[in-house]
């Protein structure tokens, strides 16, 4: 070890608290750095692992080969695991609407192809035997052509050619130039509906239907799916072995991984978010160790003086202060990998069940340590480290001499600059005078304890209010549901509807339960009965004495429309019976006003002038054309007691500039819908509540499938909806102040290192302003105002840009607005920046301070003059 390492290693021990303070900075970046890099690859792992459970652990797959190429691929070496299926072959879809597929695709699964090739049941079961098929959802959302259980089908099986050539699943349909060659008949039964195989491309031809294959083994054509030892040669292999044969890949996995080439949008957005967090690390621990380092060759001007002066060079001195980065890092950054990966996987431990309910149940968030994850953490820690220390040498080692010895550039003041006004000096008296001054002459440490401040109370607030704005967003979720478990229908029979309910209401846990219908007319109102606020949202008035408005009328069971009635405080009488007098809620949503400089938003206000209206109901046909002849009149009461939601369903509700929609007691049905009307239904279905909606939605799902219901249904677990927001606000709770906690802990790293040595370097200051007769009380106060002008200037810029950061998270969350979602102030948080930032500044100073009066005020002022 050369004699500039030796001092160097002198200068730290003589400065164990700065030392320690520059080792903690180091530790708290590579421990950021670690946990971010980490964390991000154990959620890819995690995503990747809950892609395979869901899409299958493949990585390529070969739609169209033969028996000797699955043999020659089963036996490669670079393959871990195979699995297939038969391609039966195509079927015409007749009806079909989507041009592009007009065709059935029929693959043979064997069980091994089911446990390797994740199906997911929309509803009935998975085919048992080759009589059996399972028919894609897609044929009906997309081709136009409705399935359900229980349907036999008969189709004409055969191949697709293109002259001599045979046409596969990842040849897309040309009209013209191909034919289909029946080979033979085969009928099949409906069994299940499931959701579209991710084999199947949107640019198939055919639409997958899934049997039974007695002929895997024996077949000559096939679809091959492999699983590679090394999925990071998932390209290559692909391209090497095709060998003219067309191929997929299983995207889905592969973009976790970091290997779909193709998701240039995800890519983007992994690289770009991760890069973004490892910078703000990068940059706030720049700004301490930079600052440490400053610091220490400011304590040690006067020795590279001497140095210099003996004959030690520009490159020996840069070497000396590197030196000294190196060994903070050989210290900080071990422990700080260390102290990363504890701390993110006590992170993920409490986040992990929240992951489960959001993404994939089955799939547990485990810690993944990759080693160049934590190779890439220690070199961008060193890296930072190395840039903190280099800026500083190359400043120290290009000043004069003389300079440093006599230590004349350590303050430069021009002036005038140290000039303070009357008004601090009667408010704040000497002491204040003397600390207004102390910050004028040392501008750069004023500016550095400031900004590490500042980025610390502008992280924090900016943090809690979007925090603030999610939790408001999950309160507007969960105050517009009434229910815990839908089940909606549209084309189901009333009967078979009732008949399940009375089976669906018995399952454990529900607690309340009801049925309803919800249909489109038109109701027909006299003009002069509309509101003012009616026409001035319809943009004018109608020259016609009548005006036709399309509704809904929601049929609800008896005793939950009386419930409604006597909760708006009407007569049972009046609204029950064979009477047709109903209730409605009919409300303008006037928006947002500005009135003397206060935001109302989403005002509701009255429809009608009066709460009683008398109208014409007309339903509406499943043509959209209203059927004029089944038109009837009614009595209607607007009541502001609002219905309950309607059953989950798929079709959007109408756009209108009002809410009109009148309910009824489900004996009237009959009588104002009759079935020969051809009232169009927007959705039927089940609403209930439970105590434990997960065990009830389980309970119902075994009792509708053992009821046989071949009808379209959906079943939805509300709670499930709710707790997954609520999840997504914990984890954003949790990851949002972890990252926030560590930053402000650098900050605060910085804010006592740099006022720590500022106060020590101003030892023999101090000791000359006791040594003339300062008081400890006048001393005290002087050090009180210095913590007070350190803090007012950090909080007169943080919180301003606080609070513009804060506007600028609402307004991005919020663009064009959301309905109940207003701009709120965390005040707890400000207060809490307030307070903390005073405190640490307080802390620190008296900290300092009571170092120096350890020390005997004449050894300070003949050391420093020595």
Known sequence: MNIFNKVTLQSMKKSRTRTIVTIIGVVLSAAMITAVATFGVSLLDYMAKGAAAKYGDWHVAFLDVDSSFVAKQASNDKVANTVKFENIGYAKL???????????????????????????????????????????????????????????????????????????????????????VPRGEKT???VGICGTPVFEEDSAPGYTLITISDTVETADDLSLFITLKNPR???????????????????????????????????????????????IIMIGSV????????????????????????????????????????????????????????????????????????????VPLTLHVSVPAIVGAATVSLVTILISAYIPAMKAASTPVMECIRQTNEV?????????????QRMCGLEGTLALKNFKRNKKRYRSIVLSLVLSVVLFISTSAFVTDLKQTMAQVLSVTTYDIGFGTKDMDDGEMIQLYNKLKTADGVTGSSYQAVMKYSCVVQADELSNDYWESAGGSSPGKTVELPIEIQFLDDS???????????????????????????????GSNEKKGKKEVNEFRNMFKSSSVEADLIPETNGGELNKDYGQSASITCVEVVGLDTPPTTEVSDQRTYFFQVMAPWSLKEKIAPPDASVD???????????????????????????????????????????????????SNVFAYTFIVMISLIAVANVFNTISTNIRLRRRELAMLKSVGMSDRSFNRMMRCECAFYGIRALFVGLPLAIIFSWLIYKGMFIGG???????????????????????????????????RKENIIDVLRDDMA
């Open 412 to 424: 430069q003041v021009e002036a005038g600059a140290v000039k303070t006004s009357k008004l601090v």
């Open 188 to 190: 099949y039964t409906v």
């Open 560 to 590: 939950t429309y009386l419930n409604l009635i006597k909760s708006a405080g009407l007569s049972a009488e009046d609204y029950t019976g064979e009477n047709t007098k109903m209730i409605a809620v009919a409300k303008i949503q006037t």
């Open 287 to 362: 700004f301490l160790i930079h600052n440490s380092f400053s610091i220490s060759l400011n304590e040690r001007t006067r020795q590279i003086g001497i140095l210099a002066s003996v004959g030690a060079t520009t490159k020996q001195l840069r070497n000396s202060v590197l030196f000294e980065g190196l060994c903070i890092g050989a210290v900080g950054i071990p422990i700080g990998i260390l102290t990363g990966l504890g701390g993110i996987r006590l992170v993920i431990s409490v986040v992990s069940g929240n992951f489960g309910s959001i993404f994939y149940s089955g």
């Open 681 to 731: 239904v927007r959705v039927k279905g089940l609403t209930f509540q439970s105590e434990n909606p997960s065990q009830s939605v389980a309970e119902m799902k075994t009792m509708i499938q053992g009821a046989g219901i071949t009808s379209a249904y959906m079943l939805l677990n509300m709670s499930e909806v709710m707790d997954e927001n609520r999840n997504y606000i914990f984890i």
């Open 233 to 279: 040669q998932v390209h290559s292999y692909a391209s090497t072995e095709a060998a003219g044969h067309a191929y997929i890949l299983n995207h889905d996995v592969l973009r976790f991984m970091g290997l779909d080439s193709s998701d240039k949008i995800f890519n983007a957005l992994l690289y770009s978010v991760g890069g973004i967090v490892v910078a």
């Open 818 to 852: 959301a309905d109940g979602i207003i701009f709120v102030l965390p005040w707890a948080s400000i207060g809490i920046s307030v307070f903390s930032v005073l405190l640490v500044i307080f802390v620190t100073m008296m900290y300092a301070v009571s170092k120096l």
């Open 94 to 180: 007749d009806g079909g609407k989507n041009p592009n597929k007009p065709y059935l695709f029929i693959s043979g699964f064997s069980k091994e192809t089911f446990d390797a090739l994740p199906v997911t049941l929309l509803s009935g079961r998975l085919p048992e035997n080759s009589g059996e098929i399972l028919v894609s959802g897609k044929t009906a959302t997309n081709g136009g052509v409705s399935y359900t259980v229980g349907d036999t089908v008969s189709l004409s099986v055969g191949s697709r050619m293109n002259g001599n050539k045979k046409l596969s699943q990842n040849d897309p349909y040309t009209s013209g130039a191909e034919t289909l």
